[in-house]
């Protein structure tokens, strides 16, 4: 897979099924026109190739209603997306809203008629809407922004509470020409993932604690009617709440990691249960899942099946398809049913009746839905192929023991020929975070371009048990490393792999480990690449987006020992050649924290160069601009072929 190959990687969203109508959205890099194009697809559940179903510029997130006749979903064709609705049987799509910052996620009631959604609603004289006297005013004019909260901003995002996202409900039977729809949540609270009540007399919405009244990262689950009024705490959680579900018999289920807070980091997102109160009093929900070993994603909701509710779980690099029982109490990952998974990554999924659709990622494919009917397991796209026609490398599972025993796994993406083939140590961000088996595209450029690639998920990984995720919280630098040089250990005992030639590289907290490990392990690599990294906590606590609870809880409070877990601390004991990697955006881990270790690097004489990627922010090499992400690709290669 060379850099260019970016754009032949197709990549579906989550599945809508209703009887043999199954629909996703698939989403393809444009490198012509530096964009993302998407439109939805139809699988045939029945038999025949997948075919194209609608055309326009970037459509996504179809929503099929209930009684089947109608889909929903966002278009965006030049502009911000707005939802849309077609006839399920195929036609012509309409428009429903016309909203400045856009619509989100269509949510269908159960009437079939309405649709929730939220949006971003943007202050009067900012982001394009007119100010009080009808002036639109370019960015750099409008007023000055007053804050008073920690979470002001978010990476990607931008700023927060001059654009609060509310909650919406509009009537899909109503055929005027759309225009702005009236929220029906203030602006106090951000608002996400509505979910009807059976009788669609209103919605569960997830909302920060006290009503956005408190600085936290805790949120519950709240109540607003769907014809308006005033919202009303349902669902007091045990830390946080993400993506509930209602179902028929009035039960709510919902994703959510249990701490006190600040302890938010590395916690084991689990499924929880709760009914929903009749006497007023918010109800208190329990944990269907095992703390330690069942981690949870949140793409998409819970869904009932049979007498079942299905999750998707992180497993030791693998994303499976679960069934949790109704009356389950923190069930452990071995009392879970697996429908799907092994060397695979299930990303979303959606179940009607007795079918369940699926989106599946492999080591040769971005994701391709499956069918699963009864017992009988079906692929039915081939979204993949042309990027697995360009060439794509095996990947090999990897595993050892660190100096102290303990377990660490992995995988090695070797280059075609005999070798010994000079070697790449990447890892991940995170920390709590995972690869998985799906593709990835990194891996792939770096093998055909002649590297083996090194990487693995050390303890700060998810998906191995909470305790796995807890082991670096105040110890970042420790076991980690530990873990990651074991893997790269056994790599390199191989005949093919040249351990004279390796280099280190990684993004966020995969660039503090590759800071860290230049500067305390150097003499083992012949030069690092660190991207989008953490490398002094003091100045990350004031200006990261998440630094006002991040470094308190992964690293402590007392400024003595936030210098000794800072790779910019040790940057005098780098001495092989380094590249300093970011994007000017970077809200997450912001742009000076580069800044201050490529000056210090210089100051010590070290081999150093800075690469600043402009209009970018931290997810730069998983979704920024396609030509951008070719630009660092081919900076990668050319930096890795001067030194390797």
Known sequence: MRPSDLELLAVPGTPAL??????????????????YRGSLWRAAPDGGAARQWTHGERDTDPAISPDGRWVAFLRANGGKP?????????????????????????????DSRRIAFTARLPEAGRYGAPDEDGEVLEPDAEAPRRITR????????????????????????????PGEPEPLTDDRADVSDPAWL?????????????????????????????????????????????????????????????????????????????????????????????????????????APFRDQILVTVLNRGAVELRAVPRDADRAPLDGLDRLLGGRSAVRSFAVHEERIAAVVARPDSSGEVVLLDGRSERVLTDFSKPVRESGLRPVEELTTTAPDGYPVHGWLVRPEGEGPHPVLLVVHGGPFAAYDWGLFDEAQV??????????????????????????????????????????????????????????????????????????????????????????AWDSFTGSSDIGWFFTEAYVGADPVVQRERSPLTYASQIRIPFAVVHSEHDWRCPVEQAQRLFVELKRTGTEVEMLLFPGEGHELSRSGKPRHRVQRFDAILEWWSRHL
């Not at 600040?262 to 109160?277: F, I, M, Q, T």
């Not at 110890?475 to 980690?480: A, N």
């Open 18 to 35: 209703h009887g043999t109508l199954l629909l996703t959205a698939v989403t393809t890099p444009d490198l012509g026109g530096n964009t």
């Open 150 to 177: 920690y979470d002001y901003r978010l990476d990607d995002v931008g700023f927060l509470r001059d654009r609060p996202r509310r909650l919406f409900v509009i009537d899909t039977t109503d055929t005027t020409d």
């Open 446 to 535: 770096y093998a055909s371009a002649g590297y083996a690639v090194v990487m693995g998920n050390p303890r700060g990984s998810a998906g191995y048990g909470e305790s796995h995720g807890q082991a670096i919280v105040h110890g970042l630098g420790t076991v980690d490393v530990d873990d990651v040089l074991a893997l790269l250990d056994a790599a390199l005992a191989r005949d093919d792999l040249d351990s004279s030639r390796v280099g280190v590289m990684g993004g966020s907290y995969g660039g503090f480990m590759t800071t860290w490990l230049a500067a305390h392990h150097g003499s083992r690599f012949r030069a690092a690449w660190s991207e989008r990294a953490v490398n």
């Open 198 to 302: 059976p009788d669609g007399s209103a919605l569960l919405v997830v909302a920060p604690r006290e009503w956005g009244g408190a600085d936290t990262e805790e949120s519950d689950l709240y109540l607003v009617p769907a014809g308006g009024g005033e919202p009303v705490l349902a669902v007091r959680t045990a830390g946080s709440a993400a993506k509930p579900a209602v179902f028929p018999d009035g039960t709510v289920c919902f994703y959510g990691p249990e701490f006190t807070w600040p302890h938010v980091v590395a916690r084991n997102v689990g499924l929880w249960s709760a009914e929903l109160p009749a006497d007023g009093e918010p109800a208190k929900p329990r944990r269907l899942t095992d703390a330690e070993s069942v981690c949870c994603t949140t793409d998409v909701p819970p």
């Open 82 to 110: 707005q939802l849309h609705v077609m006839p399920a049987d195929g036609g012509d799509a309409r428009r429903l809203t016309e909203l400045p910052l856009g619509a989100g996620v269509p949510v269908w009631a159960p």
